[in-house]
């Protein structure tokens, strides 16, 4: 089965500039995430879709971050402004509905703030 | 809340010799427990998972762990590792509070094999 894909696989922006990554999940996969990997750290959940809908965005900051996955499929997630600190790789993910099913992971998209 | 910590950052070995990565993780209700691996700029892969049942899991290359309730660790082994085998590895917990999909993920111990 195809994997989850993820573009871009690079970004490099400047500073309060806007930017949005893309996710496609494995096909049926009620589940969607997205996660932050700061460079030496383990990835940090952002939000969880379930279908359409949030479940889990309590680590989302909603002041420059913002997520959508309409249709209940692919997904986008966006910062506006960027800073510094956002530089991380930014994994998505998606599992099957049900408690237990392991979550796969994207190849994630590696962003640079200048 | 849960959490989980991996204490050594880096472990180095030599090529055919044995390996354990420790993981111990704090949570007050039944958990599920995960490793994952991560090789440079992809994606992480799952190897292993304890949901239930025998506390020894066997998982994808050769690797295992073992769910220890009393001590609440879930080491990763692997009795003779490969070059190949250079990455960072994860240790995740989810537990039943958040309905067991949210992972929470150490901070990764990187193996570096050597010949």
């Known amino acids: 089965e195809a994997g989850v894909a993820q573009s871009p696989r690079y970004k490099i922006i400047e500073k309060r500039q806007s930017v949005a990554f893309w996710c496609n999940p494995i096909s049926g996969h009620a589940t969607l995430y997205w996660y932050q990997q700061i460079l030496g750290q383990g990835p940090k959940l952002l939000i969880q879709f379930q279908n359409n809908g949030v479940v889990d965005d309590s680590q989302l900051p909603k002041d420059r971050f913002s997520a959508e996955r309409l249709k209940g499929v692919d997904s986008t997630l966006k910062i506006q402004p960027a800073k510094l600190e956002d530089s991380a790789v930014y994994l998505c993910?998606?599992?099957?509905?049900?408690?237990?099913?392991?979550?796969?992971f994207g190849d994630g998209t590696r962003l640079s703030i200048l | 809340a849960q959490s989980v910590t991996q204490l050594d950052s880096q472990v180095p070995v030599f090529e055919e010799a044995p390996v354990e990565l420790r993981c111990n993780y704090s949570s007050s209700v039944s958990v599920y427990l995960f490793w994952y691996v991560q090789y440079p700029n992809q994606g992480l892969q799952l190897l292993l998972k304890y949901l239930s049942g025998s506390t020894l899991v066997k998982g994808i290359n050769g690797f295992e762990a073992e769910f220890n309730k009393s001590q609440t660790s879930f080491h990763l082994r692997k009795p003779s590792v490969h070059i190949s085998d250079t990455a960072e590895y994860f240790c995740a917990v989810s537990d039943l509070r958040t309905g067991f999909q949210k992972l929470v993920f150490g901070t990764g111990t990187r193996l570096l094999v050597s010949p």
């Open positions: 993910a998606s599992s099957a509905a049900g408690t237990g099913w392991p979550q796969h």
